[in-house]
């Protein structure tokens, strides 16, 4: 019987689970998170990504340039689907490199406004991760009580593909959709902190056939 390493191998060859893979996999996953608290604590190191809006090449792309699991722990900060022409098979992916829980570390998916539960991440002691709109100074002040060097976010285009919004560098937000919708030219970006909570942004691009399988669908103006 076929497992999440052959889904895995579908995907990337192009093709989208059968119903009867795409139930499977939903059972494996099921069965990993009802053991999981809804704010868990992430060991180090560890790679920190933003929206990805169902833009499935340029998924493979992240992992090409942060590394694949399990060699590289992975928290994704919510938005997985939409806006791309590749939801499906972005959010297959990921459930699919949930359930092989014979091979840790497993993706960290968070929700997002395209998410149905509440849940966020924290990590130990001094990174908190969360998807949403942090857009007071009071930041400084609920880090010094709450202990955290550092707030993560996504929910927000940047060109650059990453920001910190004071100088402080208190509140980071990662981007990591590149060239978002297809035509916003924007650059995608990771966050990797290593065993002492150094910070790494990897930068990179979109890929060709991104483009090249998607639909003649255009993206609602809205979004951009």
Request: hydrophobic share 35%; proline share 5%; aromatic share 10%.
């Amino acid at each position: 019987m076929d497992g999440p390493d052959q889904w895995i191998d579908c995907l990337r060859g192009g093709k989208i689970l059968s119903e009867l893979q795409l139930k499977a996999v939903c059972e494996l996953v099921k069965e990993i998170l009802v053991e999981e608290s809804n704010v868990q604590l992430v060991s180090s190191p560890v790679t920190v990504c933003g929206d990805i809006h169902g833009q499935f090449y340029d998924l493979l792309e992240l992992f090409r340039v942060g590394g694949e699991l399990p060699t590289t722990n992975y928290v994704f900060m919510g938005d997985f689907v939409d806006r791309g022409h590749n939801s499906v098979e972005t959010f297959e992916m990921l459930l699919c490199l949930k359930a092989r829980s014979d091979s840790p570390p497993q993706p960290r998916c968070l929700k997002g406004s395209c998410g149905t539960s509440t849940l966020s991440c924290r990590y130990p002691d001094r990174i908190t991760l969360l998807r949403g709109n942090h857009e007071s100074r009071q930041v400084t002040q609920f880090n010094h009580l709450n202990g955290l060097d550092l707030i993560c976010r996504a929910h927000q285009l940047v060109q650059e593909g990453y920001s910190y919004m004071f100088p402080d560098k208190n509140l980071v937000t990662v981007w990591s959709a590149p060239n978002y919708c297809y035509r916003v030219g924007n650059v995608a970006a990771i966050l990797a902190f290593d065993e002492h909570l150094n910070r790494e942004f990897k930068l990179f691009r979109e890929v060709p056939e991104s483009s090249e399988h998607a639909s003649h669908r255009s993206a609602v103006p809205y979004f951009l």
